[in-house]
């Protein structure tokens, strides 16, 4: 039978609900063309009116049987809206449940966007107490005492959550009365879930930087470097091993190490790489026409280029990021001489360990697409590579990649001391202290 609702076509819903998500998206705090987007309190109200009203429409056909095959129609065609390329990942979840409770979903775009400005939390405020106001107004004669005595209610019951539940969980807000909440409780609840989301972040920001600053007064200091080589002296091994000048000594390794840690525990590349995880969550389509909109230049004053490049090698990282941190801190020093580690790395990037099929599966993936997408970008000059964290181009680059091969060129070209590379600004001394 499918869609039958008497007064709108399955059509005419559908063009409604893309003008609330556009309203969401506007919500999140950006426009389309990545500036911010501003509301005053009027804009607000307009949009909680028209969340009111798919919330009083998809409560009314949940309700009544005849109106089942309606509902699964229109999650059919939400789905296909959804799983367009080109639809934000972020109401990907889009259906007729989430439309049943379209207030709260607003409440949550427009309280969670960063940053909350006071412009913006006041006119949400501004907006939700008039809406209350005027909604008690229709069944109290002195609207105002009672919204001071719904809010002193629900200031009790919060308080009383928040003393008898652990502090890892929200408080939730209950008005004890019927039926539909207000506009108020609506945003109660999800200032208290930003609230414990920001404290959340501020510990977690508290033990990196607690865990970055032990990384970087660990540091070997010269003293333990002669001792380390005096020690060696007196050790039965072999003549190469016992040469300084082969060997990558206890300080240097621990300097990479260090370096390595520090770069990957700092605030801003956590940040770039929860950036990166959003914006590649997408479809290459969707996060190549981000990047294409952008434009890149070597020549400008800015750092444009290089943070995209960044952002492109955390993007293939992103979701191996714990694993690289649990990596770094567990690995143990070796002393291997450096020129063992070049042919270790040569061989990894010209052995066959992998099947054809194996290499084709993977180049389709999202780090295929990122990996070429970089290439593009780069345009052949690798030594702007150089300008990245030298550890994060060895965690990011797969072996099996072209970037790989090109880049490991490179090294060579470093390794052997290629006076033409001076012109990169990038001299041997420099690239023994930071590979």
């Known amino acids: 039978m499918g869609w039958n609702h008497p007064d709108i076509s399955l059509e005419e819903m559908m063009e409604l609900i893309k003008g609330f998500v556009d309203i969401l998206i506007l919500a999140s705090g950006y426009q389309s063309s990545g500036l911010l987007a501003h509301w005053d309190s009027d804009n607000i109200?307009?949009?909680?009116?028209?969340?009111?009203?798919?919330?009083?429409?998809?409560?009314?056909?949940s309700s009544l049987d005849v109106y089942q095959e309606s509902i699964e129609e229109l999650d059919a065609a939400l789905f296909e809206m959804t799983s367009h390329p080109s639809f934000p990942q972020g109401l990907a979840h889009l259906s007729s449940a989430t439309l049943r409770r379209a207030r709260g979903f607003l409440s949550e775009h427009l309280l969670h966007n960063l940053p909350l400005r006071d412009s913006h939390l006041r006119a949400v405020l501004t907006a939700i107490i008039e809406m209350d106001l005027s909604d008690l107004s229709e069944t109290e004669h002195d609207c105002l005492n009672a919204y001071l005595n719904n809010l002193t209610l629900q200031?009790?019951?919060?308080?009383?959550?928040?003393?008898?539940?652990?502090?890892?969980?929200?408080?939730t807000v209950e008005t004890e009365k019927s039926g539909i909440d207000n506009f108020t409780k609506l945003a109660v609840q999800e200032l208290f879930r930003r609230q414990s989301s920001v404290s959340c972040?501020?510990?977690?920001?508290?033990g990196v930087d607690i865990l970055s600053n032990a990384v970087r007064h660990s540091s070997w200091t010269e003293s333990d470097c002669s001792l380390f080589r005096e020690q060696m002296k007196h050790e039965n091994l072999p003549d190469l091993v016992r040469s300084a000048d082969a060997l990558v000594d206890v300080v240097t390794w621990n300097r990479w190490k260090s370096r390595a840690l520090s770069y990957f525990l700092d605030k801003r590349t956590i940040r770039l790489v929860s950036g990166a995880s959003l914006i590649f969550s997408g479809t290459n389509a969707q996060w190549g026409k981000v990047f294409g909109q952008l434009n890149f230049s070597e020549q400008s004053g800015n750092n444009d280029l290089h943070e995209a490049i960044e952002l492109l090698l955390l993007g293939c990282i992103a979701s191996r990021w714990n694993c690289i941190i649990e990596h770094l801190m567990s690995v143990s020093y070796d002393s291997v001489t450096i020129s063992k580690q070049y042919h270790v790395l040569a061989n990894l990037a010209f052995g066959q360990s992998q099947s054809f099929h194996q290499k084709e599966e993977i180049i389709k993936s999202k780090e295929g697409g990122i990996l070429d997408y970089l290439m593009g970008l780069l345009g052949g000059q690798l030594h702007l590579l150089?300008?990245?964290?030298?550890?994060?181009a060895a965690v990011s680059l797969p072996s099996w990649s072209t970037l790989f091969r090109l880049y490991l060129s490179e090294i060579e070209t470093q390794f052997k001391g290629n006076p033409s590379m001076m012109r990169f600004g990038i001299c041997k001394s420099n690239f023994n202290c930071s590979l």
Do not use: H
Not at 45 to 61: G, M, P, T
Not at 201 to 206: P, R, T
């Open 45 to 61: 109200k307009r949009a909680f009116q028209w969340a009111l009203f798919f919330e009083n429409v998809f409560r009314r056909l």
């Open 386 to 392: 150089w300008k990245s964290s030298p550890s994060l």
């Open 201 to 206: 972040i501020s510990s977690i920001e508290e």
């Open 155 to 171: 200031n009790r019951i919060c308080t009383r959550d928040s003393i008898t539940s652990s502090p890892d969980v929200t408080p």
